[in-house]
């Protein structure tokens, strides 16, 4: 009996929904542009599964967490060229990724969840900008932190 209810406690966590703060309409559309400064790169990751759904992932980049991911929602940031470190909320602690960005470039990572013991854990991979544009074009923008 306790693994069924154990089971049925670790479905719903993982196929909920978690509400997560939004942009503007105005500021979705604007980034769905796809269009980098020449001065700087663009960054966009997305989260688009509904596995997961009930958990929150932070995001974070040059160890600033700029927003918390939610089912089907994804952040624009513009950066300084060079090296970044981008990380996202695993199980236990986050999981780095370093990247050398250029000018006028736009960058993009899929943030996925995986199944762990008790909690979802997730990681990114980067993708190519089709890619990217198709998964984007039916998410929502994320309200950045600060």
Same mark, same amino acid.
């Given at each position: ?84 470190? +981008?990380?996202?909320? *695993?199980?236990? @602690? ?7 960005? #250029?000018? %006028? /470039? ?17 990681? +990114?991979?980067?993708? *190519?900008?089709? @890619? ?7 998410? #929502?923008? %994320? /309200?950045?932190?600060?």
């Amino acid at each position: 009996m306790k693994k069924y209810i154990l089971a049925l406690l670790g479905a719903s966590l993982l196929s909920g929904c978690a509400t997560v703060p939004l942009a503007t309409q105005e500021a979705d559309q604007q980034a769905k542009q796809f269009v980098a400064p020449k001065d700087k790169a663009a960054l966009y990751i997305y989260r688009n599964s509904f596995f997961g759904g009930a958990v929150k992932k932070t995001l974070v980049v040059d160890k600033k967490p700029i927003g918390e991911t939610g089912a089907y929602v994804y952040f624009y940031k513009q950066l300084k060229p060079g090296e970044h470190q +981008l990380a996202t909320e *695993s199980v236990l @602690t986050y999981n780095h990724y370093k990247v050398n960005m #250029q000018a %006028g /470039k736009i960058y993009c990572f899929h943030q996925y969840l995986w199944p762990s013991l008790l909690w979802a854990g997730s990681s +990114l991979s980067q993708v *190519s900008l089709e @890619t990217c544009k198709k998964a984007i074009s039916s998410l #929502q923008l %994320g /309200k950045s932190f600060g």
